[in-house]
């Protein structure tokens, strides 16, 4: 096969469609770090890549590399990837898209660049079966909090380094756990992702490809709300302290907080969970999980300040008590903005439609790009911009002209990259 057909709309969807026979049962692709279907995945990943002349490492958290023979442990590198993890009932793209064209532009481009490009397959980015997302990632650069592998546990209870070392015996992550020093066994010189949109603005402005400039910040809000469970029809309306209403009422204020504030700011309650839980029982207590975002550190600010101050007044007025926490958070990151020039400046030159653009969603370049590691993420079109779901859809077409993009600018970042002096 020559290269050239390698990177042709029909050659992706067939890897695609290959990929995602790796899934758990059910609707979609289901593919959580380290089960089954993942490993699996992991090991087609592999064939594939020796079908191209490449080997692949993996690394003591699971994720893999797919590089020329001549790469070796310690060399300066360009890593172009993304995650195989899905989340329950995905779809075919969010991840494995950017991760077969890792693969893709490691083979094109083998022996091409300085630094080589080598192929990334990340792990766990979307904290499906482990709370805390870009597991990964932030393994590979040594971002893990103390005693992580330990006190994350999936919803079975099992220990993350328990599943790893799991893993490890299938052959599908290096034995030796994780003692908080990077796993990424080469020094990353530039980081490139390609991921699809998630959303409806290429789709809907008709073009080819995203150069994502920046990636929104977040705060997860745990807003405890504490009332009193009374009898539902014996207590007058007038002497409730319900913790649901207030949490009802807190949830309206974040979404008018992050309208007011107008696009790109976005607030969601994602869940509500009100105890007893009962038709006939006012509710003595609700934990309401928030999650706000905004791609300026200082609006970012300005908005989960105002939702907490907001809630205070709705807690304080219905005899609620309120308790609120942040469980997460993640400032906006930049990308490398001579990476985006230089995209741009190609996109240009090429007659590929294009603009530039903002990531709502949290991907591993961000993590990588806050290590200190210059990165870029390109988008492609997402069909009426859904993901997370089996309806995730780009067409072949699309798909391919993100990776033959991607393979006339790697070089340039090469050049960038191979500049930079450490
Ligand atoms: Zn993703």
Not at 51 to 71: K, W
Not at 213 to 220: E, K, L, S, T, V
Not at 256 to 263: I, N, P, S, T
Not at 380 to 408: M, Y
Request: charged residues 20%.
């Amino acid at each position: 096969m020559t290269a050239t057909q390698d990177l042709s709309a029909r050659a992706i969807a067939q890897l695609v469609e290959a990929l995602a026979r790796y899934s758990a049962p059910g609707a979609g692709v289901t593919r959580f770090v380290y089960d089954d279907a993942w490993c699996e995945a992991q090991r087609w990943l592999v064939v594939q890549a020796k079908a191209r002349g490449l080997e692949a490492t993996r690394d003591r958290a699971g994720n893999l590399y797919l590089h020329d023979a001549s790469v070796k442990p310690g060399a300066r590198v360009i890593l172009s990837g993304s995650h195989l993890d899905t989340v329950r009932n995905g779809g075919t793209l969010d991840g494995p898209y950017g991760a077969l064209a890792g693969l893709l532009l490691a083979a094109e481009l083998r022996g091409a660049t300085d630094p080589p490009v080598v192929g990334l397959v990340t792990c766990e980015e979307e904290g499906s079966r482990f709370p805390g997302a870009f597991l990964g990632s932030r393994s590979m650069v040594g971002k893990l909090a103390a005693g992580e592998p330990d006190s994350a546990h999936d919803s079975d209870g099992v220990k993350w380094s328990a599943a790893l070392a799991g893993a490890a015996t299938k052959g599908c992550a290096v034995a030796g756990g994780l003692d908080g020093k990077p796993t990424a066994p080469f020094e990353i010189a530039a980081f490139l992702e390609l991921h699809i949109e998630q959303g409806p603005v290429l789709e809907t402005e008709k073009l080819a490809i995203g150069i994502v400039d920046r990636i929104a910040g977040f705060r997860r809000l745990r807003a405890t709300l504490t009332g009193e469970a009374r009898h539902a029809g014996t207590t007058p309306m007038r002497m409730r302290h319900d913790a649901l209403a207030a949490a009802a009422e807190i949830a309206l204020a974040a979404e008018r907080a992050a309208l007011d504030m107008g696009d790109p700011a976005v607030a969601t309650a994602g869940a509500a969970n009100a105890q007893p839980g009962l038709f006939n029982v006012v509710a003595g207590s609700c934990e309401l999980r928030l999650d706000v975002r905004h791609v300026e550190a200082s609006s970012l600010e300005r908005l989960a300040g105002g939702i907490e101050s907001a809630a205070r007044p709705i807690a304080e007025r219905r005899g609620v008590g309120l308790q609120l926490e942040t469980v997460s958070h993640q400032d906006p990151i930049a990308m490398a903005a001579e990476f985006v020039e230089v995209a741009s400046g190609l996109a240009a030159e090429r007659g590929v439609p294009s603009r530039r653009m903002a990531s709502g969603a949290g991907h591993d370049a961000m993590i990588l790009a806050a290590a200190g590691i210059p990165s870029l993420m390109l988008f492609v079109p997402s069909r009426a911009g859904i993901s997370h779901s089996p309806d995730e859809f780009t067409e072949p077409e699309q798909l391919a002209a993100g990776v033959q993009f991607a393979n006339a600018l790697l070089p340039n970042l090469a050049a960038l990259a191979g500049r930079r002096t450490r």
